[in-house]
Protein backbone atom coordinates (compact mmCIF):
# COMPACT_ATOMS: atom_id res chain seq x y z
CA UNK A 1 0.00 0.00 0.00
CA UNK A 2 2.97 2.41 1.11
CA UNK A 3 4.11 1.63 -2.69
CA UNK A 4 0.98 2.48 -4.36
CA UNK A 5 0.73 5.86 -2.46
CA UNK A 6 4.66 6.74 -3.57
CA UNK A 7 3.57 6.21 -7.17
CA UNK A 8 0.62 8.13 -6.90
CA UNK A 9 2.34 10.84 -5.06
CA UNK A 10 5.05 11.36 -7.73
CA UNK A 11 2.21 10.90 -10.61
CA UNK A 12 0.64 13.28 -9.46
CA UNK A 13 3.96 16.16 -8.84
CA UNK A 14 5.04 15.69 -12.24
CA UNK A 15 1.65 16.22 -13.39
CA UNK A 16 1.56 19.58 -11.63
CA UNK A 17 4.79 20.42 -12.55
CA UNK A 18 3.93 19.43 -16.57
CA UNK A 19 0.95 21.40 -16.02
CA UNK A 20 2.98 24.68 -14.59
CA UNK A 21 5.96 24.33 -17.11
CA UNK A 22 3.20 24.10 -19.84
CA UNK A 23 1.60 27.23 -19.06
CA UNK A 24 4.24 29.05 -18.21
CA UNK A 25 5.86 28.28 -21.26
CA UNK A 26 2.89 29.04 -23.38
CA UNK A 27 2.72 32.47 -21.69
CA UNK A 28 5.97 33.34 -22.36
CA UNK A 29 5.85 32.34 -25.93
CA UNK A 30 1.81 34.47 -26.12
CA UNK A 31 3.98 37.43 -24.70
CA UNK A 32 7.12 36.98 -27.20
CA UNK A 33 4.17 36.41 -30.61
CA UNK A 34 2.26 39.44 -29.35
CA UNK A 35 5.17 42.03 -28.82
CA UNK A 36 8.06 40.88 -30.83
CA UNK A 37 6.56 38.95 -33.84
CA UNK A 38 3.31 40.77 -33.73
CA UNK A 39 1.25 37.68 -34.37
CA UNK A 40 -0.59 36.66 -31.12
CA UNK A 41 -1.00 32.42 -30.87
CA UNK A 42 -4.98 32.47 -31.21
CA UNK A 43 -5.10 29.30 -29.05
CA UNK A 44 -2.37 30.73 -25.92
CA UNK A 45 -4.58 31.79 -23.88
CA UNK A 46 -7.35 29.22 -23.51
CA UNK A 47 -4.40 26.69 -23.10
CA UNK A 48 -3.09 28.86 -19.91
CA UNK A 49 -6.31 29.02 -18.43
CA UNK A 50 -7.06 25.21 -18.80
CA UNK A 51 -3.10 24.37 -17.54
CA UNK A 52 -4.24 26.69 -14.97
CA UNK A 53 -6.99 25.12 -13.79
CA UNK A 54 -5.71 21.75 -13.82
CA UNK A 55 -2.92 22.61 -12.10
CA UNK A 56 -4.29 24.55 -9.46
CA UNK A 57 -6.61 21.40 -8.45
CA UNK A 58 -3.21 18.81 -8.87
CA UNK A 59 -1.61 21.14 -6.19
CA UNK A 60 -4.65 21.16 -3.73
CA UNK A 61 -4.39 16.91 -3.90
CA UNK A 62 -0.94 17.25 -3.20
CA UNK A 63 -1.32 19.73 -0.25
CA UNK A 64 -3.92 17.42 0.91
CA UNK A 65 -1.68 14.42 0.70
CA UNK A 66 0.88 16.84 2.64
CA UNK A 67 -1.37 17.63 5.08
CA UNK A 68 -0.96 21.08 4.47
CA UNK A 69 -4.12 22.40 4.49
CA UNK A 70 -4.84 25.50 6.48
CA UNK A 71 -6.06 24.55 10.15
CA UNK A 72 -6.54 26.28 13.65
CA UNK A 73 -5.21 24.06 16.18
CA UNK A 74 -5.52 26.50 19.57
CA UNK A 75 -8.37 24.27 21.08
CA UNK A 76 -6.85 20.62 19.94
CA UNK A 77 -3.54 21.68 21.11
CA UNK A 78 -4.84 22.00 24.68
CA UNK A 79 -6.28 18.55 24.11
CA UNK A 80 -4.76 14.93 25.60
CA UNK A 81 -3.34 13.24 22.27
CA UNK A 82 -5.77 10.75 22.07
CA UNK A 83 -9.04 13.41 22.13
CA UNK A 84 -6.92 15.95 19.77
CA UNK A 85 -6.66 12.48 17.14
CA UNK A 86 -10.17 11.72 17.74
CA UNK A 87 -11.41 15.62 16.88
CA UNK A 88 -8.99 15.40 14.12
CA UNK A 89 -10.32 12.09 12.32
CA UNK A 90 -13.98 13.16 13.22
CA UNK A 91 -14.40 16.89 12.43
CA UNK A 92 -11.79 17.84 9.98
CA UNK A 93 -11.20 14.53 8.16
CA UNK A 94 -15.05 14.41 7.65
CA UNK A 95 -15.40 17.76 6.06
CA UNK A 96 -12.62 17.28 3.77
CA UNK A 97 -14.20 13.75 2.80
CA UNK A 98 -17.64 15.60 2.19
CA UNK A 99 -16.01 18.21 0.32
CA UNK A 100 -14.12 15.68 -2.08
CA UNK A 101 -17.67 13.61 -2.63
CA UNK A 102 -18.81 16.91 -3.72
CA UNK A 103 -16.47 17.50 -6.35
CA UNK A 104 -17.17 13.86 -7.38
CA UNK A 105 -20.53 13.76 -7.79
CA UNK A 106 -21.01 17.43 -8.68
CA UNK A 107 -17.83 17.16 -11.01
CA UNK A 108 -19.47 13.80 -12.85
CA UNK A 109 -22.13 15.80 -13.41
CA UNK A 110 -20.45 18.82 -14.87
CA UNK A 111 -18.23 16.24 -17.11
CA UNK A 112 -21.45 14.34 -18.19
CA UNK A 113 -23.38 17.20 -18.88
CA UNK A 114 -20.21 18.57 -21.36
CA UNK A 115 -19.53 15.73 -23.43
CA UNK A 116 -20.91 17.14 -26.67
CA UNK A 117 -19.17 20.99 -26.27
CA UNK A 118 -15.60 21.37 -27.59
CA UNK A 119 -13.31 24.49 -26.52
CA UNK A 120 -13.21 27.00 -29.24
CA UNK A 121 -9.89 27.57 -29.77
CA UNK A 122 -8.56 24.00 -28.82
CA UNK A 123 -11.15 22.13 -30.07
CA UNK A 124 -11.18 19.55 -26.84
CA UNK A 125 -14.08 18.37 -25.29
CA UNK A 126 -14.83 20.06 -22.32
CA UNK A 127 -15.38 17.48 -20.51
CA UNK A 128 -11.53 16.94 -20.49
CA UNK A 129 -11.06 19.81 -18.67
CA UNK A 130 -13.92 19.35 -16.20
CA UNK A 131 -12.43 15.85 -15.23
CA UNK A 132 -9.87 17.18 -12.61
CA UNK A 133 -12.54 18.12 -10.28
CA UNK A 134 -13.88 14.33 -9.58
CA UNK A 135 -10.10 13.20 -10.07
CA UNK A 136 -9.57 15.29 -7.59
CA UNK A 137 -11.95 14.74 -5.21
CA UNK A 138 -11.30 10.86 -6.08
CA UNK A 139 -7.48 11.57 -5.00
CA UNK A 140 -8.15 13.48 -1.72
CA UNK A 141 -9.85 10.76 -0.73
CA UNK A 142 -7.03 8.57 -1.64
CA UNK A 143 -4.83 10.74 0.44
CA UNK A 144 -7.26 10.57 3.54
CA UNK A 145 -7.16 6.79 3.42
CA UNK A 146 -3.56 6.96 3.55
CA UNK A 147 -3.16 9.09 6.25
CA UNK A 148 -5.51 7.10 8.47
CA UNK A 149 -3.45 4.06 7.38
CA UNK A 150 -0.51 5.41 8.27
CA UNK A 151 -2.13 6.39 11.28
CA UNK A 152 -3.15 3.29 12.70
CA UNK A 153 -0.04 1.55 11.78
CA UNK A 154 1.75 4.33 13.54
CA UNK A 155 -0.16 3.28 16.45
CA UNK A 156 -0.07 -0.31 16.56
CA UNK A 157 3.86 -0.09 16.67
CA UNK A 158 3.18 1.68 19.36
Not at 93 to 105: N, R
Request: include cysteine; aromatic fraction near 14%; hydrophobic fraction near 55%.
Amino acid sequence: MEVFFKILNKIEIWLTVLAMVAFTIIGFLQVFFRVVVENPIGWSEEACKYLFVWSTMLGAVLVSANNGHFCVDMLTSLMPKKVSLLFKYLLSYTIIFMFSLILIVYGFQLVFANTIRVTPALGIKIMYIYSIIPISGILVILHLIEDVYKTIKIGKAQ
